[in-house]
């Protein structure tokens, strides 16, 4: 798997769950992903946040956590991350595989106004999330 793709699937993981597995509890998460997703999330966060030099990844997650809805903040995690996994091919695999340990099919979340959840690969696919105001 490759380090893009590694990616932007750790970020559509980990951004809904974020607030919850930094808080060390699920009290809203029971609203927005199911147990398995979460257990998943904190597989994966355990990985990427275990790595050496993660800092830069915990502190764009906390930021990420208190506006889940800033695009910004999603990129700037998503950027934390990339960086973090090309210089370690290591934990790359290890999320890689943690990402693909389940029992098939996908857990797609789409949290916020004008959110796109896709369960598989939207390669070459134009998709706007503005929303209009009537």
Not at 19 to 33: C, F, N, R, V
Not at 127 to 132: F, H, P, R
Request: overall charge negative.
């Amino acid at each position: 798997m490759d380090t893009v793709t590694t990616t932007t699937q750790v970020t559509t993981l980990l951004t809904p769950l974020l607030s919850a597995i930094l808080d060390g509890g699920a009290k809203e998460i029971g609203k927005t992903a199911v147990a398995a997703t979460l257990e998943r999330g904190k597989k994966v966060w355990a990985l990427v946040c275990g790595a050496p030099k993660s800092d830069s990844v915990v502190a764009k997650a906390k930021q990420l956590a208190a506006t889940p809805d800033d695009e910004d903040a999603r990129n700037d995690f998503d950027d934390a991350i990339t960086g973090l996994l090309k210089r370690n091919a290591d934990l790359l695999e290890q999320v890689a595989a943690a990402l693909a340990d389940d029992k098939g099919g996908n857990t797609v979340i789409a949290s916020g106004a004008g959110s796109v959840a896709i369960g598989g690969n939207a390669t070459g696919a134009r998709i706007s999330t503005a929303l209009e105001k009537k």
